[in-house]
């Protein structure tokens, strides 16, 4: 079955530190693969989105940046930290033959 | 661009009261539409889904949710809430032949024993 991978759970970092948030995606190939923000009182905020290797689209300018190097792998970046970057990062995916998405279980990224 | 909004914000209940999320979206062609639920340190989890057909959806843990095209609305109902429906309760919708589910900022559910 189809199973995606986030890894750390939580993060803290210092402002102006870099960040490295990495998603695997196991059971499917050649997914869709989305990084999505849930800021306090937000809601979820996608940020990027992919359709295969080294095809990344952006939904929202700003610090961060995304990168696909290997079909199940999508990862999110940043060079300099900001305190608003903070927030709850998912990484999702459709579910194969299907259009719900599933979810990872999240990086809780707080900027001090 | 689509949008998805959720007016209520924050919702806070007693065990027994009825549940009603409002949920709308703005595209006005065909949508796939849906309800996840994130309990407290859990994954983002689908609740019901609406594709096609009967506009009244039943969905996991006594929830259903009504599709009301006239109204673009999708509103999320349990006639009884648990304690355990404690929850962030999120709408989405797909449309348009979008791949990409567009999230309403959500609503926290407080349920009191």
């Known amino acids: 079955s189809q199973t995606i991978h986030q890894w750390p759970a939580t993060l803290v970092q210092p402002v102006g530190s870099p960040l490295s948030l990495e998603c695997t995606v196991e059971g499917t190939s050649n997914p869709n693969l989305y990084w999505y923000r849930q800021a306090a009182g937000r809601g979820l905020q996608l940020l990027f989105y992919?359709?295969?290797?080294?095809?990344i689209s952006s939904e929202v300018p700003q610090n961060l940046s995304a990168s696909r190097p290997q079909d199940r792998q999508f990862i999110l970046s940043s060079k300099k930290l900001l305190l608003s970057d903070s927030g709850f990062y998912l990484c999702?995916?459709?579910?194969?033959?299907?259009?719900?998405?599933?979810f990872g279980q999240g990086t809780r990224l707080t900027v001090v | 661009a689509q949008s998805v909004s959720q007016h209520n914000h924050h919702v806070i209940l007693s065990e027994a009261a009825s549940l009603e999320l409002g949920c709308n979206y703005s595209?006005?062609?065909?949508?796939?539409l849906f309800w996840y639920v994130q309990y407290p340190g859990q994954h983002l989890q689908l609740l019901l889904k609406?594709?096609?057909?009967?506009?009244l959806v039943k969905g996991i843990k006594g929830f259903e949710a009504e599709f009301i095209k006239s109204k673009f609305s999708f509103n999320l109902r349990k006639p009884s809430v648990q304690w355990s429906d404690t929850a962030e309760y999120f709408c989405?919708?797909?449309?348009?032949?979008?791949?990409?589910?567009?999230f309403g900022r959500g609503t926290s559910l407080i349920v009191h024993p």
């Open positions: 992919s359709v295969g290797i080294g095809q």
């Open positions: 989405a919708v797909l449309s348009g032949g979008s791949y990409i589910p567009t």
């Open positions: 595209y006005g062609g065909t949508v796939n």
């Open positions: 999702a995916s459709p579910r194969a033959g299907d259009t719900e998405a599933f």
């Open positions: 609406y594709f096609s057909g009967d506009p």
